[in-house]
């Protein structure tokens, strides 16, 4: 991991420069200047504009008893989005900006949550009374299994929301 980090923090800020002085070289450099300034105050308007509907969503989530799981998510990748709008480039600026498209957002949302499931072992421990609607011993392992949307206390992967008790 830490391997594919150094690759990653070595080859965007190379790719990000090359890009700049070719558009500098094809344009003018006060044109490229122009471009990262307007990306970078355009991008963290539409960013912050974002997360406030997103933050408005999960309070209204949370006021009606549901998690508001998929809207933090939402939420963390707009703000990922802003980080990279302020990052001067253009590479950083098209990922950013595509960020800020809902349903690419939803589509990257929905493609984590699954990996994140895969990668985790869900246990459940129940201490005191049993409980009938858990329908499961003390200290089963789900690995990676989601409780279907249908089932009273399951959480629905493609919204991210579940009801509270």
Not at 40 to 51: D, K, T, V
């Amino acid at each position: 991991m830490i391997f594919y980090l150094l690759i990653l923090f070595i080859t965007v800020p190379f790719v990000e420069l090359v890009l700049l002085l070719w558009l500098a070289d094809h344009t003018s450099w006060q044109l490229t200047v122009l471009i990262v300034l307007a990306t970078g105050i355009i991008g963290s308007l539409a960013a912050r504009r974002q997360g406030l509907g997103i933050w408005i969503q999960v309070q209204r989530q949370l006021a009606a008893g549901e998690l508001p799981g998929a809207s933090i998510v939402d939420g963390v990748l707009v703000l990922l989005a802003g980080a990279l709008l302020i990052t001067p480039g253009l590479l950083t600026d098209g990922v950013g900006f595509a960020l800020l498209i809902p349903w690419v957002r939803s589509y990257i949302r929905k493609r984590l949550m699954r990996a994140l499931l895969r990668r985790t072992e869900w246990r459940i421990e129940r201490f005191g009374p049993t409980d009938a609607s858990w329908g499961s011993e003390a200290g089963e392992t789900f690995d990676g299994q989601a409780v279907s949307a249908d089932e009273e206390d399951g959480e629905d992967l493609e919204s991210g929301s579940a009801r509270l008790p």
